[in-house]
């Protein structure tokens, strides 16, 4: 168990398949839960999410904690929606 929530930050996540998605950059608070809802990845893997843009993870897809981060679930690839009108 950490100590502190700020151990997570900087840490490397992965896929379920061993492929790296990027680092973890913040965490999604519910404060009046006390719990993580998310890990914010800031610069991710071009070959996993379109353009390399920053994304959010529900915490719930985290499989483990450790020295790095590894995820149950990750789409095969995130695409970006298109702006309508």
């Given amino acids: ?36 809802d998310g890990i914010f ?12 843009r920053s994304i959010t993870i529900p915490y719930r897809w985290v499989r483990a904690v450790g020295d790095i981060v590894i995820l149950k679930h990750f789409p095969k690839r995130v695409e970006l929606g298109k702006p309508s009108g």
């Fill in 41 to 52: 990845v800031a610069e991710t893997n071009p070959l996993l999410v379109e353009d390399s």
């Fill in 1 to 36: 168990m950490f100590e502190e929530i700020s151990e997570i930050i900087g840490l490397e996540v992965y896929t379920n398949a061993g492929t790296l998605v990027g680092n973890v950059d913040n965490l999604v608070v519910d404060v009046d839960g006390c719990r993580i």
